[in-house]
């Protein structure tokens, strides 16, 4: 292999690339990034098994194809640091180190053997077909697709309601559903659940179990395309995200979700509309003292307390309005916040209420498309 390239499109590429690889292994060679050649075009391919990522490098010369296994984070953090421009890569004569070259610093790396490298993905080879054949050509068809601010929209608005280090399977993932043009997510972590809706294109029907920590990445990943899709394929139990020049796919989790219709209120028995900012900035401050708090809702006030013996009390009112009889709920007051950091501006937010131990609901006024169900605390105040 030799080729030419650019240092910042290369050092891009593999600043994403190294993202998959593990931090401990059994295996050395899933320490290293694959570089390959394919239609004049250089490939960057990293894995730890259970997500991969490949990425297509731009501004590349092909001078010599072929496919070599470089130590990933050594590699980075050679290219990252060389200057601005074109560099020279290659291998060696030996076929055993590999060469990189600007006009006045050169480094000679040790290659890891090609041959070692687990195989691809069989679905992988599927979403080629996707990505480099012509139209009609047995091309695969997505899933769906939405646009990269709708998805980092809808992760960020459920990733906070679940528990990714929780051994139960559904605690570390979100669900999926996906149905006449919507794509719906949820997430809980046995307190708290998040339905969040986002329109999509296709009318693909599944419902899968997607890792909290494969989210997290693929919105890192694809977030610095704001104008661009993503485009989601399901094949062999495997979730492959595809946009300009980048596929990332992770293995799902096989676990059953909970019945979470069940838990959203059908009824309430009392019901408050207050702004967003006026009430996070309240809550943040009972948190000072305390997590829980407890909710004095009237028809024009919402009290807010909270007590800790060791450090003293906490009460602010926060105007509102209020429809209902007169009553006091606790609630841990970081959830409650978690919800209202993941919605922006001065919005009008909706606290239906319900007594005793039931489960209470935020939303954003005139928006059905988040729903955020809460469960009470018991206080002894």
Wanted: proline residues 6%.
């Amino acid at each position: 292999m030799k080729l030419l390239c650019s240092q910042e499109e290369l050092a891009r590429s593999l600043q994403i690339a190294t993202r998959v690889l593990p931090a401990k292994t059994s295996i050395p060679v899933l320490n290293g990034l694959v570089l390959e050649t394919r239609d004049d075009q250089l490939f960057c391919f990293g894995s730890d098994l259970e997500n991969g990522i490949e990425i297509k490098v731009p501004e590349v010369t092909i001078i010599t194809p072929g496919r070599v296994v470089l130590g990933g984070r050594t590699f980075y953090d050679v290219i990252r640091h060389l200057p601005p421009g074109r560099l020279e890569i290659g291998s060696a004569e030996d076929g055993k180190t590999f060469i990189v070259k600007t006009t006045s610093t050169f480094f000679n790396l040790n290659m890891l053997p090609a041959e070692e490298y687990p195989a691809v993905p069989d679905g992988l080879k599927d979403i080629y077909l996707y990505t480099e054949e012509p139209e009609g050509m047995g091309r695969p068809n997505p899933l769906f697709s939405l646009s990269v601010p709708l998805f980092e929209e809808a992760v960020r608005q459920s990733i906070y309601a679940t528990a990714p280090n929780d051994s139960r399977p559904f605690l570390s993932s979100i669900l999926w559903e996906s149905k006449a043009d919507q794509l719906r997510f949820v997430a809980t972590d046995i307190n708290r659940l998040v339905v969040k809706d986002v329109p999509i294109k296709g009318d693909g029907e599944e419902s899968i179990l997607v890792p909290v920590k494969a989210m997290k990445e693929m919105v890192t990943i694809f977030g610095n395309n704001p104008d661009e899709e993503i485009s989601f394929f399901l094949i062999n139990r495997q979730l492959y995200a595809v946009g300009r020049g980048i596929i990332y796919y992770t293995r799902l989790i096989n676990a059953q979700f909970p019945r979470y219709e069940q838990v959203i209120p059908a009824g309430f028995d009392g019901e408050a509309h207050f702004n967003r900012s006026i009430l996070l900035s309240a809550l943040n401050r009972s948190l000072l003292i305390d997590k829980a708090v407890k909710l004095s809702f009237t028809p024009n006030l919402i009290t807010i307390f909270s007590s800790e013996p060791e450090l003293g009390q906490f009460t602010e009112e926060v105007s509102c309005s209020y429809e209902g009889e007169p009553f006091e709920i606790g609630f841990n007051a970081q959830y409650i916040t978690d919800f209202l950091k993941a919605v922006s501006g001065e919005e009008e937010i909706v606290f239906q209420l319900s007594t005793g131990m039931k489960a209470s609901v935020l939303q954003v006024k005139e928006e059905r498309a988040y729903t955020y169900v809460l469960m009470p605390l018991r206080l002894n105040y």
